[in-house]
């Protein structure tokens, strides 16, 4: 039940290319980026809760954690991981 019911929410929404995330990495929006890679793209939040909060996406298109695929995940975790990594050290 749950993978059909996850099955039918996804087909109520596309994925819509015009989002701000989309607009963010084709660069028709500004950002302050702080690492991209062929799989994922990491930049500074507009208006941060903390100093240099970072926000972390897939280069490809996902609507969220039940969209992404595993290699998605796994690309925006390992993102994750390298920033909080320098974040520490700067």
Known sequence: RFAEAVARRRNMTAYDPENI???????ELPSQKVF??????????????????TLV???????????AS????A????TVQRVSHAALKA
């Open 57 to 67: 996406i897939p280069k490809t298109p996902a609507r969220n954690m039940l969209d």
């Open 75 to 78: 690309a925006v975790m390992a």
């Open 36 to 53: 991209e890679d062929d799989a994922s793209f990491a930049f500074l939040d507009i208006m941060p809760r903390a100093d240099g909060h």
């Open 21 to 27: 995330f989309g607009k963010i990495l084709r660069g």
């Open 70 to 73: 595993p290699a998605q995940i």
